[in-house]
């Protein structure tokens, strides 16, 4: 699946989810990867993948899918959402792996 041609959206509860769940020390990392997303959502070094989520978290968020890429190898994700129909992607999360865990599973 290619995601180029999908618009990249910030959900309005982004920047809340940064300061309360991201150390500031990741902040500009975060702030590279984005740059990569922003140009090539499945740059080698995000490690982009599905999130494997159940029909009733996407059904909540009315999204068709969810997708992760790593801040850094340590655990931490930033979670985005794909509707299709939109040809939108929408930057919704970040977090450690158990705050993503307990959120999205």
């Known amino acids: 699946m290619t995601l180029n041609e999908y618009k990249i959206f910030i959900d309005q509860d982004l920047k809340k989810s ?17 740059g990569y997303f922003s140009k090539n959502p499945f740059h080698p070094s995000l490690n982009t993948k599905k999130y494997n989520t159940c029909e009733a978290t996407l059904k909540r968020l009315i999204v068709d899918e ?25 930057i919704a999360d970040v977090g450690n792996h158990d705050q993503i865990k307990r959120k999205y599973s």
């Open 66 to 90: 969810v997708w992760e890429f790593y801040i850094n190898r340590k655990g931490y994700r930033c979670i985005f959402y794909v509707i299709h129909s939109e040809k939108r992607i929408i």
């Open 18 to 34: 940064i300061d309360k769940n991201l150390p500031e020390i990741l902040r500009k990392v975060f702030d590279r990867k984005m």
